[in-house]
């Protein structure tokens, strides 16, 4: 077992990878009542191209990784929940663009509960019966969705900026695509992305790394995973403009919902490359954007947002691109507001005190955020899918310069790579 120590924030972690491949690090936190696990895969809505130690391409259809998140609660001996319930856990489980992540917070019983998660996670359950019972459980999810205003304004945005990467796909799928989803094709993506080596465990809260430990070991020996080679993914050349430019969508909402954002297109960057310009870019929209900067103050002045507008950056070596906006009475107003306070700010550069303020507050947030073991758990993982460590933030946070910020300002709002997602009444 290796430890990690982190000083700057006071942290230690335990680390340990199983015979079968399986990462897992364990953070003690002395005092919490509370512990914490995610078990995840590197898995997720975008990766429906892929192939395994060099062989052929396998496609495979749009939400399967969703639709395999679903059916791994069913066992033949009955429903997960109730038995983690049973045993004073909550239990839950989410894919995103790039992970699967199963988990369960619980104050007693922990050794069962960490038992449950990997037993359930590696006992796969597939019929052609409860297959196609699910399909109708998750068309009528996707519907569901299709009448909420916030969901289609924001897959909206994404769907006009990306002609063909996979992002620009709802993560359930569509109803034809799941259609298509049949019991060998969900042991494919089972065995392929649910194999050890893929996968990463996270236990944070008041346990004992040794106990953990043991505890993993033991559970891992006792089944039998066939070896694996490294896994390819495929994505098509994704062309530099935007797909759409303006993309409206009608639903019966009180006032418009509008969300634009900026498509970047560069070549992929190295993980610590990747991590700063995600963090400098972070902290330049909440420097020019912010509830504490005069933009937002000015436009909130003049009715033209409410408490719902916020922005946003998403990238990975394969995508990056932003989500700004929220309620408006006007979105055409909104962006020509906006437009001008960027372009004169692009000029003339974000204000010192600004930006050290905002630099202050990340940094406050980022350590409050450790004392969280929900958040914890979550950021870990999706940092650690991308070769990144979360508990080496801070030193990062520390070093970002305005220079940097003005850089990344004058470089990301590339007017001909923007989309405009809209939502009211009146869209045609």
């Given at each position: 077992m290796e430890t990690l120590a982190y000083p700057g924030v006071m942290e230690t972690l335990y680390r340990e990878i199983m015979p079968n491949g399986l990462e897992v690090v364990v953070l003690p936190k002395e005092g919490f009542s509370k512990t914490y696990a995610t078990f995840a895969t590197r898995y997720?809505?975008?990766?429906?191209?892929?192939?395994?130690?060099?062989?052929?391409?396998?496609?495979v259809p749009d939400g399967i990784a969703h639709f395999l998140e679903h059916k791994m609660f069913e066992e033949p001996t009955g429903d997960i929940f109730a038995t983690f319930a049973s045993q004073g856990a909550s239990a839950n489980a989410f894919t995103s663009f790039d992970r699967t992540v199963y988990l369960f917070s619980a104050t007693e019983q922990i050794p069962a509960n960490l038992e449950t998660l990997l037993d359930f996670v590696q006992h796969p359950y597939f019929t052609d019966e409860n297959v196609e019972k699910e399909k109708g459980i998750i068309e009528q999810e996707i519907n569901m969705y299709r009448d909420n205003a916030d969901w289609r304004v924001y897959f909206g945005l994404i769907d006009a900026l990306y002609h063909v990467h996979p992002i620009h796909i709802d993560i359930a799928g569509t109803a034809e695509s799941i259609r298509q989803i049949d019991k060998e094709t969900l042991y494919s993506c089972y065995e392929t992305f649910y194999h050890p080596s893929n996968m990463f465990l996270f236990i944070v809260g008041g346990v004992k790394p040794l106990d953990v430990m043991e505890l993993v070991r033991n559970n891992q020996a006792r089944k039998t995973f066939a070896p694996q080679g490294p896994i390819a993914r495929y994505f098509d050349p994704e062309p530099a403009s935007v797909k759409q430019p303006r993309k409206l969508t009608a639903l019966p909402v009180s006032q418009p919902k509008c969300l634009f954002g900026f498509k970047e297109h560069r070549e992929p960057l190295e993980p610590n490359a990747l991590l700063r310009t995600e963090l400098i870019t972070k902290l330049m929209l909440d420097s020019l954007l912010g509830s504490s900067s005069p933009i937002y103050h000015e436009l909130y002045d003049d009715n033209l947002i409410s408490d719902s507008f916020g922005h946003e950056f998403n990238s990975s070596e394969d995508y990056a691109f932003s989500v700004i906006g929220g309620e408006t009475r006007d979105p055409d107003l909104l962006i020509e507001r906006l437009r001008e306070a960027i372009e004169n700010t692009q000029k003339s550069g974000l204000n010192v005190q600004s930006f050290e303020r905002t630099k202050k507050k990340k940094i406050g947030g980022y350590l409050r955020m450790l004392n969280s073991p929900e958040a914890i758990a979550s950021e870990?993982?999706?940092?650690?899918?991308?070769g990144a460590d979360l508990f080496k933030l801070l030193p990062l946070y520390e070093s970002i310069t305005i220079e940097e910020a003005n850089k990344r300002l004058r470089e990301h709002f590339n007017w001909d790579r923007m989309a405009v997602s809209i939502v009211s009444k009146g869209a045609k």
């Open positions: 997720g809505s975008i990766d429906n191209r892929f192939a395994v130690d060099k062989g052929d391409p396998i496609s870990f993982t999706r940092y650690r899918f991308r």
